[in-house]
């Protein structure tokens, strides 16, 4: 030790500075636990569950937008008369006055042979059509959308001469589908909403916790003129981290859970699953989540910090 | 308000209290001139520390006004305190070393908070360990150096980035006489370059050590001023008195 020797100068320009202070060093002043620790592992499973949540949601709404647009110019008329003689002439009538209508693009008798098809289930095969009346149908195709005005004009029209004939949009049979779709939708936005905010009070207990555990090292460096931005940059950075493991590995199983469902789904054939399929746009969100749950995770810990920190002198 | 830095230090009629209770400081007022050397002696629960927080912007005062290289400290914006701490260095009894930090990095930490590059910080750093005999440990973490080691590479930590005034608590508490001996030849060297020193101590031998020192006594949070150096207001010029 050379004791009382001059002590080493410095530059008063370097020792005053208040540039940036970051990096690997400054993370340094806390120590991390990495994957040892429960951060990234309680970010991975939020992560993985929001995944989850929003495919569902996302493939809800393409259903529902697919089914929707389908259904978009559909009408049906039911001829509900009695009398099979009766009803056969209504039913030619009002075919012969939508063809004529300048809104009505096509139609299509439903024959005879489909109605027994479908009725099948509930009447048996040798059903008597003499015992049990069976609405004769015609689909119709608008050239515009099936909207209430379109079709009062329309009822409005085949009345006088089929007195038995109503017309229905086709999307009015599935309105009770629609809503039940539109509340899973919901139902999926709001465990999105509610997984985000459980993230930011795990995220907000780690950083306290990590405040707690550090709060030594935190005083050193205010006493030393760190600012609070610097300390506040520390704990993000090091939150930020365990935010990007967890997040790549709730990706991972999030998609992994996804891709098993949609095959799953995919097997079962029908139409109508088939309309929920994820396009590019849906992909993308869904890659954004973990990029999402990080910049959260960043910011909770900024706030967190931040908060506590001004509550030191 | 700004003033000259003719002054490093003022105190006016400052009150210190935690809570309800009575103050811990009553009605103190001195000022610290550039370059001088002070002890500041009294015995434990005297408010030594207390006053200390005060001259290191870690705490503010319940009354009373303090100006700070000619600014008043106590209306500074929080957010401007940083800019001040960076002109005092702090000495604590018990080091406050970073422990996951090795002693390099220790005495890096203020560099570092102030924006200096690694490749700018790394000479000066190394020279203050060697400055303070400790070149040879600069790897090791506090955990692995001894007591007046670990006093060293906090004296570094807090005069690396040549403070204006140097604040230490106890320095020597921890340390065998000899060390503590040693720890003060280097506060003196420092304030041989113009640094405002103060050092706290109930060690009365130790003010017979520094012969050029002032004298500042706490009883029961009052200031006496055994030297009549710490006048104030102070003289708008002329030599200090020092105790001979």
């Known amino acids: 030790m050379t004791g009382v020797s001059k002590p080493p100068t410095l530059g008063r320009k370097i020792a005053r500075g208040f540039t940036r202070f970051g990096g690997e060093r400054a993370a340094q002043l806390v120590p991390q636990a990495r994957l040892a620790g429960p951060m990234p592992w309680v970010i991975a499973i939020m992560v993985t569950l929001v995944v989850i949540a929003a495919a569902g949601g996302l493939a809800m709404r393409n259903v529902a937008g697919s089914a929707r647009a389908e259904l978009a110019g559909g009408a049906t008329v039911q001829i509900l008369e009695a009398l099979p003689q009766e009803r056969e002439r209504q039913a030619r009538v009002v075919e012969q006055l939508l063809e004529s209508s300048p809104e009505v693009a096509s139609t299509r008798r439903v024959p005879d042979e489909e109605l027994d098809a479908l009725l099948e289930p509930w009447l048996g095969i040798d059903a008597d059509n003499q015992a049990v009346p069976v609405p004769a149908l015609i689909d119709v195709r608008l050239r515009g959308d099936a909207s209430k005005d379109v079709l009062d004009d329309l009822q409005a029209s085949i009345a006088q001469r089929a007195p038995s004939a109503r017309i229905d949009a086709q999307a009015s049979w599935l309105a009770p589908v629609f809503g039940a ?112 749950a990080v910049a959260l995770a960043m910011l909770t810990a900024r706030m967190t910090v931040l908060a506590a920190l001004r509550r030191m002198l | 308000m700004n003033a000259p830095e003719s002054e490093v230090v003022t105190f006016d009629n400052v009150g210190l209290r935690y809570g309800p209770d009575r103050e811990v400081l009553s009605d103190v007022s001195f000022t610290l001139f550039p370059g001088s050397f002070y002890f500041l002696t009294g ?9 200390l927080k005060l001259l290191y912007l870690a705490q503010r005062p319940s009354r009373g006004a303090i100006r700070m290289f000619g600014t008043d400290v106590i209306t500074l914006a929080r957010k401007k305190l940083p800019a001040y701490r960076r002109r005092i260095g702090v000495v604590f009894q018990d080091f406050r070393l970073v422990p996951h930090l090795s002693a390099y990095d220790n005495v890096a930490l203020p560099l570092r908070v102030s924006g200096v590059s690694e490749e700018d910080l790394r000479k000066p750093v190394a020279d203050m ?58 506060f003196e060297a420092l304030n041989r370059l113009g640094t405002t020193v103060v050092v706290a101590t109930h060690d009365v031998h130790l003010l017979k050590k520094v012969p050029e020192s002032l004298i500042m006594r706490l009883d029961k949070g009052k200031l006496s001023d055994p030297t009549g150096a710490l006048r104030y207001p102070p003289r708008p010029s002329g030599p200090r008195e020092r105790r001979s």
């Not at chain 1, 891709?259 to 994820?278: I, T």
């Not at chain 2, 015995?43 to 006053?51: P, V």
């Open chain 2, 43 to 51: 015995a434990s629960g005297a408010g030594k520390t207390s006053l």
């Open chain 2, 129 to 186: 360990l060697d400055w303070v005999g400790l070149s040879h440990r600069m790897d090791d973490r506090p955990a692995t150096l001894s007591g007046g080691e670990q006093q060293r590479v906090a004296i570094a930590r807090a005069v690396i980035g040549r403070p204006d005034m140097l604040v230490a608590d106890e320095p020597t508490g921890n340390v065998d006489p000899d060390m503590a001996l040693k720890l003060l030849r280097l």
């Open chain 1, 181 to 292: 779709l539109a509340s899973l939708q919901y139902l999926a936005l709001a465990l999105v909403v509610l997984l985000a905010l459980t993230s930011v009070a795990a995220v907000w207990l780690a950083a306290r916790s990590a405040l707690g555990s550090n709060r030594g090292t935190i005083e050193v460096v205010h006493m030393l003129g760190g600012t609070d931005s610097q300390i506040a940059r520390i704990f993000e950075r090091s939150i930020g981290f365990d935010a990007t493991l967890g997040g790549a590995v709730g990706l991972t199983l999030g998609l992994g859970a996804i891709l098993l469902l949609g095959r799953q789904f995919a097997a079962l054939g029908s139409g109508m699953m088939s309309g929920g399929a994820l396009g590019w746009l849906d992909w993308v969100i869904i890659a954004a989540i973990p990029l999402l």
